[in-house]
């Protein structure tokens, strides 16, 4: 669960925000970020979940409510439409048939305000893996647009090899990166490791940020994957997010990591605090 302020184009009148929460994990009470996304100054316009909405149950009962509260959360944030993608946890046991039941197709594209955003489901198919015939609909979907075009992807899983054994890759993302690489302006989002990361591929830019939830260590120096132990004096530790800004007309963009454990914005009241200055304002207001 991450928030990110990615400034697309911006000008005073028409604040144009995209806060993008990587995992929600909804299992009880989820008040509280509903109310952080309704308290930034600037109201987006557009969210996008990159998967796990829910936290996968035991029961087929006690899963569909995970979704019904998802939906109810989601419907009272100001306004603003919600693209999401399933994670393992929708939609891997079921093969997404309660994730569609409830939130729609698992991929599809849509536009907003001059960018192409398509939704890839790397999940449903009960492994790490996009399958030919959602491949197809892609290379069809990106045949419409011209090589410059801006897209962004949103997926769950990161579509290169980052870390195997622990499944964060996506069996035939060679093939997905191959489709989108004549592209000149592409994005890919993604949630799924709980930390920040951010790769390059020719000119495709792959960022994850840091979750609100289950920190995860760099799997480069731990053997075996399982969230960083929870550290009583420091509850915040390793969980943090991203924020995006730029100037009024979108150029100069800067990306800052903020770990919710530092002295400036330490936890919830580093949140608060956040909101105060409006995380989704650009630096020139
Ligand atoms: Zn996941």
């Known amino acids: 669960m991450l928030e990110v302020d990615v400034v697309l184009q911006q000008d005073r009148d028409t604040p144009q925000v995209l806060p993008y929460q990587s995992l929600t994990h909804v299992e009880h009470n989820e008040s509280q970020k509903k109310h952080r996304v309704n308290g930034l100054k600037n109201k987006p316009e557009l969210i996008i979940v990159t998967g796990d909405l829910t936290h996968d149950a035991d029961s087929p009962d006690e899963h569909a409510k995970r979704f019904r509260l998802f939906k109810e959360i989601s419907s009272k944030i100001g306004g603003a ?17 309660m994730f569609r039941e ?35 609909w892609m290379k069809s979907d990106l045949a419409r647009f011209p090589k410059s075009a801006p897209i962004i992807v949103f997926t769950h899983r990161p579509l290169f090899d980052l870390k195997p054994e622990w499944e964060w890759f996506t069996s035939d993302g060679d093939q997905v990166m191959n489709a989108l690489a004549p592209y000149e302006n592409v ?36 053997p075996v994957k399982k969230p960083a132990p929870f550290d009583k004096a420091q509850p915040f530790k390793n969980l943090g997010l991203r924020r995006i800004n730029g100037n009024a007309n979108g150029s100069d963009l ?10 400036e914005y330490s936890g919830t009241v580093g949140m608060d605090q956040m909101l105060k200055h409006g995380s989704g304002d650009a630096k020139d207001e």
């Open 102 to 136: 409830h939130m729609g197709p698992t991929h599809y594209s849509f536009d907003h305000r001059g960018v192409h955003f398509i939704a890839l489901d790397n999940v449903s198919r009960g492994r790490p893996e996009v399958g030919t015939e959602q491949l197809s």
């Open 81 to 97: 439409q919600i693209k999401v993608v399933p994670g393992e946890n929708d939609a891997a046991l079921d093969g997404g048939d």
């Open 187 to 222: 994005t890919v989002l993604y949630g799924h490791i709980h930390r920040e990361n951010f790769h390059q591929a020719g000119t495709t830019k792959m960022y994850a940020a840091r979750s609100l939830i289950f920190a995860f260590p760099d799997p480069a120096t731990t």
């Open 254 to 263: 800067q990306i800052e990591e903020v770990e919710l454990a530092t002295a």
